[in-house]
């Protein structure tokens, strides 16, 4: 069973910075594209960001870009979202979801999901 592992969430200030992790076990996660997604109160789950299994391909939403930078580090099987100048509307639960081929920020494609981390941004 594939499954995957947020962590890192937390609350935070405006302007302050969180790191997210997405493990996994049991499989290893250089086969995978892996997305960051979000979801706040009353709102669809959205994409944040995606990176293809080998990392060298990336996609932002045009509301994180230049401030949250996505990696991967296939040695340690773990894949991060750096989330700088965190804003109020960046609260949220974060999810990780894992996706063979290539990455998109389109939920419904992902099959594998992790339970996801709270992000809270306020003052």
């Known amino acids: 069973q594939l499954q995957l592992v947020e962590s890192g969430g937390g609350l935070v200030q405006p302007g302050g910075s969180l790191r997210l992790s997405c493990a996994a076990s049991?499989?290893?996660?250089?086969?995978?594209?892996i997305g960051w997604f979000r979801e706040a109160p009353g709102k669809e789950r959205e994409g944040v960001s995606c990176v293809s299994s080998s990392g060298e391909s990336t996609v932002y939403a045009d509301s994180v870009k230049g401030r949250f930078t996505i990696s991967r580090d296939n040695a340690k099987n773990t894949v991060y979202l750096q989330m700088n100048d965190l804003k109020s509307e960046d609260t949220g639960v974060y999810y990780c979801?894992?996706?063979?081929?290539?990455?998109?920020?389109?939920?419904?494609?992902?099959?594998?999901w992790g339970q996801g981390t709270q992000v809270t941004v306020s003052s």
């Open positions: 979801a894992a996706r063979r081929g290539g990455g998109t920020l389109l939920p419904e494609w992902y099959g594998h």
């Open positions: 049991e499989f290893t996660l250089d086969n995978y594209a």
